[in-house]
Antibody
């Protein structure tokens, strides 16, 4: 069973870069035809897809965040990462990583990691 | 962007009764080439990540109780819980994966009456 675990700073200052890593166990991020996504959820609100990376290395981003987002993968560590620059308080949320299969984009989720943007 | 609109925003149902949640997409999520609707339903309980219940609009994920069912095609979809159990209290989201950006409905909060 694939498991995902997010990690990274829980507090980021405004205008700085939010950096998170998702460590995958029980499966390889470089095999198959899967997508590996980042999704976020502000407290008490709904879900927003940030972007994804395919096993081939192809990336797709939400246009609303595209200018500030980079998703990359480190296959040697079986991890993929999110960088969101120029953050503001509006970027405060729980950030989830997820694995997509050919049937559904978010089949497996990490537990989520809360990130607060504050000085 | 495809906008997903759920109704109602909240729902209160008695134990053992049927719960119905609707989801409407701003454009069709049906791929004519394979006749599949790229629509999923998720359940999120407090403090937990979402869990997929249904994909391709009507295919139940492995391990999901058969009281959960999905229906609909094109732009109009429904999640039905045939006999509400206490453990079904949660927020439910529909999500389209027809096109980028992937988008979710605003969520429907389901409570026990």
């Amino acid at each position: 069973q694939v498991q995902l675990q997010e990690s990274g700073p829980g507090l980021v200052k405004p205008s700085q870069t939010l950096s998170l890593t998702c460590t995958v166990s029980g499966g390889s991020i470089s095999s198959g035809s899967d997508y590996w996504s980042w999704i976020r959820q502000p407290a008490g609100k709904g879900l927003e897809w940030i972007g994804r990376i395919h096993t081939s290395g192809t990336t797709h981003y939400n246009p609303s965040l595209k200018s500030r987002v980079t998703i990359s993968a480190d296959t040697s560590k079986n991890q993929f990462s999110l960088k969101l620059n120029s953050v503001t308080a509006a970027d405060t949320a729980v950030y989830y990583c997820a694995r997509g299969t050919p049937m559904v984009d978010f089949a497996y989720w990490g537990q989520g990691t809360p990130v607060t943007v504050s000085s | 962007d495809i906008v997903m609109t759920q109704s109602p925003d909240s729902l209160s149902v008695s134990l053992g009764e049927r719960a119905t949640i609707n989801c409407k997409s701003s454009q069709s999520v049906l791929y004519n080439s394979n006749n599949r609707n790229y629509l999923a339903w998720f359940q999120q309980k407090p403090g937990q990540p979402p869990k997929v219940l249904i994909y391709w609009a009507s295919t139940r994920e492995s391990g999901v109780p058969d009281r959960f069912s999905g229906s609909g095609s094109g732009t109009d979809f429904t999640l039905t819980i045939s006999s509400l159990q206490a453990e079904d209290v949660a927020v439910y989201y529909c999500q389209q994966y027809y096109s980028i950006p992937l988008t979710f409905g605003q969520g429907t909060r389901l409570e026990i009456k």
